[in-house]
C-alpha cells in the first residue's frame, strides 16, 4: 500500500472488517443520504440474499446471477488492460468492477472504492471472496461522500462510476468532480457511464410533473438532472479536461418518451414504447435517458 497515495486516509480514517471509516462516523451516520442508501442497499436488487448463502456455496453459483451484468459504455471498454491504480465512486457491492475484472480482463495493483452505504461495502468484500475479482490487486473500500476522495492529487489512472452521479445534490456533484480532476493523473483515463440524468428527456419531464403533482410520492432518490451542454461544462469547470487529452459526453442508448412509472403508478405501454424509439441522431440528445462521459482513448471505437 502506497503511502502517499494514502497518506489522507491513514490521517482521517480508520480501518475495520476492511473498509475505511471516517473517523467521525457519527457525523456522516447522521446524514439524510447515507440513512437513505444504508437502507436501500440493505435490499438492493435482492443481492442480500447472497450473504445468506455460505461461501462454498456462492462459489458454485455465476456471479452474473447473483450481481447482475452490466451494459452501456462497459460493452466497449477493451480487453486485457492494466491500470496501476483503479478508484470507483459509489461501487456499490461491485457489480461494475466484478464485471469489468472478470469479463474485460481488467487489472489494477491498487483497487480504491468508495461508497456512502456500509452495508453494500460489505456486500462488495463478500463478493471479493466468493469470485476474487481484480486478484492481484490490494483493495481499499472507503465507506464516505464522495464529494471528499481521501487520495493523494495525481493519484488514480482510472477513475470509473455506473449509475451514481444522478442520485448526489448538484452542489456535490460539483465538488466531486473537482475532486475527480484533482485524484486524476494527468493523461489519466476516467469512464463514467449512465451518470447524468437527462433535462430535456420526456421521460424525466413528465416525472418532475408529477413530483410536483403528487409531491407525497415523489421519489428522492434522483437528485439532479443536465443538458449535454451542461454536462460538458460541469466537467470542463471542474478541470477534467485538462487532465486528460479530449473527453466524450455523449447520449446513452436507452431513450424514454414516457416514464415507466408515474406518482407510482405504472405507465400502460411506456416499456414497449420506449424500446421502439428508434431517433436520429439530432432526437438523441433530446430522448436519452441519461449521458455518459469518458476520456477518449479509453474505449474500443
Ligand atoms: C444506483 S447505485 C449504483 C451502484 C453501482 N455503481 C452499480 O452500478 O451497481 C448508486 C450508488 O451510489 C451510492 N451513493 C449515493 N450517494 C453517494 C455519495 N454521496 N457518495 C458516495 N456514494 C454514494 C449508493 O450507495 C449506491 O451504491
Given amino acids: 500500500m502506497s503511502i502517499s497515495i494514502n497518506s489522507r486516509l491513514q490521517e482521517n480514517f480508520q480501518q475495520y472488517d476492511g473498509i475505511f471509516f471516517p473517523k467521525d462516523y457519527e457525523l456522516l451516520s447522521a446524514a439524510e443520504q447515507k440513512q437513505l442508501w444504508d437502507k436501500i442497499g440493505s435490499i438492493y436488487y435482492q443481492t442480500q440474499k447472497a450473504e445468506e448463502l455460505s461461501q462454498d456455496v456462492l462459489k458454485t453459483i455465476d456471479y452474473q446471477q447473483i450481481t447482475g ?63 476474487n475479482f481484480y486478484p492481484s490487486a490490494t483493495f481499499n473500500l472507503i465507506c464516505n461522500s464522495a464529494e471528499t476522495l481521501p487520495l493523494a492529487d495525481n493519484s488514480a489512472d482510472l477513475i470509473i462510476s455506473n449509475a451514481v452521479l444522478m442520485h448526489i445534490e448538484q452542489e456535490k456533484v460539483e465538488a466531486l468532480l473537482l475532486e475527480v480532476a484533482r485524484v486524476l493523473k494527468p493523461g489519466g483515463a476516467f469512464v463514467f457511464n449512465n451518470s447524468f440524468h437527462n433535462r430535456n428527456c420526456p421521460g424525466h419531464i413528465l416525472r418532475n410533473l408529477s413530483r410536483k403533482v403528487f409531491p407525497f410520492r415523489a421519489n428522492s432518490i434522483y437528485l439532479n438532472q443536465q443538458t449535454l451542454e451542461e454536462v460538458e461544462s460541469l466537467l470542463e469547470n471542474a478541470g477534467i479536461a485538462k487532465k486528460c487529452s479530449k473527453l466524450v459526453v455523449e447520449p446513452n442508448s436507452h431513450y424514454v418518451l414516457l416514464p415507466e412509472e408515474l406518482g407510482g403508478f405504472k405507465v400502460p405501454l411506456a416499456n414497449g414504447i420506449n424500446r421502439s424509439l428508434k431517433p436520429s441522431t439530432a432526437q438523441k440528445a433530446a430522448l436519452a435517458y441519461s449521458f455518459n462521459a469518458y476520456s477518449a482513448g479509453v474505449l474500443d471505437a
Fill in 69 to 131: 451484468k452490466i451494459g452501456g459504455l462497459w460493452n466497449r471498454f477493451p480487453h486485457d488492460r492494466h491500470f496501476e491504480t483503479i478508484l470507483e465512486i459509489g461501487c456499490g457491492y461491485g457489480r461494475t468492477s466484478i464485471n469489468l475484472s472478470k469479463e474485460k480482463n481488467l487489472s489494477c495493483a491498487q483497487y480504491y472504492g468508495i461508497d456512502i452505504s456500509e452495508p453494500l461495502l460489505r456486500r462488495l468484500l463478500y463478493f471479493k471472496q466468493a469470485y
